[in-house]
């Protein structure tokens, strides 16, 4: 991937309810993965979920899920019945050759 | 090892001097990466290798940035006549072959001063 753009620096969301983080990509291969990785204070770097190109399906773990549009390049992550925990920078990572990663979403959790 | 090792965890030096911070990848990972990270930024990629061959280094900022990895496992990023802008964290990352996600360690916070 050669450009990464998340376009919200920051978002808040109510606790329990859902949310969506956008990520769109520029790649020129077509055989490549994605990924949404969280970044709490702690500033670990964790997976929270990843897609192949080649599936059409989205994937999906637990509250979280993916809406990617190949022909658009764009890789949401949406995070439902949102909780405290999930309060961190979010990035959004392409790797076709290399992981390049986006800029990042910083997600606050409202009580 | 069980995860992703850098070390040292927290370097300080003075402008001008040279440091090597080192990563041990997760055993049997064929891909190493390091990125820069500036607080509240995203990692930004500085060079990669499969196995012992360094694969991509566009992301190095100047030829004062260089990295090995000569037997394929661990990896030496160095950077020589350290500046203040220098100053951030650098984090390695491990994976297996391509469609991997990649692992990262704890990364080392680096100060010039």
């Known amino acids: 991937a050669q450009t990464v753009t998340q376009s919200q620096p920051e978002m808040s969301v109510q606790e329990a309810e859902t949310v969506t983080l956008s990520c769109t990509y520029d790649?020129?291969?077509?055989?490549?993965?994605l990924f949404w990785y969280k970044q709490p204070p702690s500033r670990q770097m964790i997976l929270v979920i990843r897609?192949?190109?080649?599936?059409?399906q989205n994937a999906t773990e637990n509250r979280f899920s993916v809406n990617f549009q190949k022909a658009a390049k764009s890789f949401s992550l949406k995070i439902s019945d949102s909780q405290l925990g999930d309060a961190a920078m979010y990035f959004c990572?392409?790797?076709?050759?290399?992981?390049?990663f986006g800029k990042g979403t910083r997600l606050h959790i409202l009580p | 090892g069980a995860g992703v090792s850098q070390s040292p965890r927290y370097k300080v030096t003075k402008r001008g001097q040279d440091v090597a911070l080192r990563c041990d990848p997760i055993?049997?990972?064929?891909?190493l990466y390091w990125y820069r990270q500036a607080l509240g930024q995203g990692p930004e990629f500085l060079t990669y290798?499969?196995?012992?061959?360094?694969?991509?280094k566009s992301g190095l900022p100047n030829d004062r940035f260089s990295a090995e990895r000569p037997e394929g496992s661990i990896s030496t990023l160095t950077i020589q006549r350290t500046e203040q802008r220098d100053s951030a964290m650098y984090r390695c990352?491990?994976?297996?072959?391509?469609?991997?996600?990649?692992?990262f360690g704890q990364g080392t916070r680096l100060t010039v001063v």
């Open positions: 990352a491990s994976s297996q072959w391509s469609g991997t996600e990649a692992f």
């Open positions: 790649t020129s291969e077509s055989d490549y993965y």
């Open positions: 897609q192949e190109a080649y599936k059409q």
């Open positions: 990572a392409p790797r076709d050759d290399k992981i390049i």
């Open positions: 055993s049997g990972h064929v891909s």
């Open positions: 290798f499969n196995y012992e061959a360094q694969q991509d």
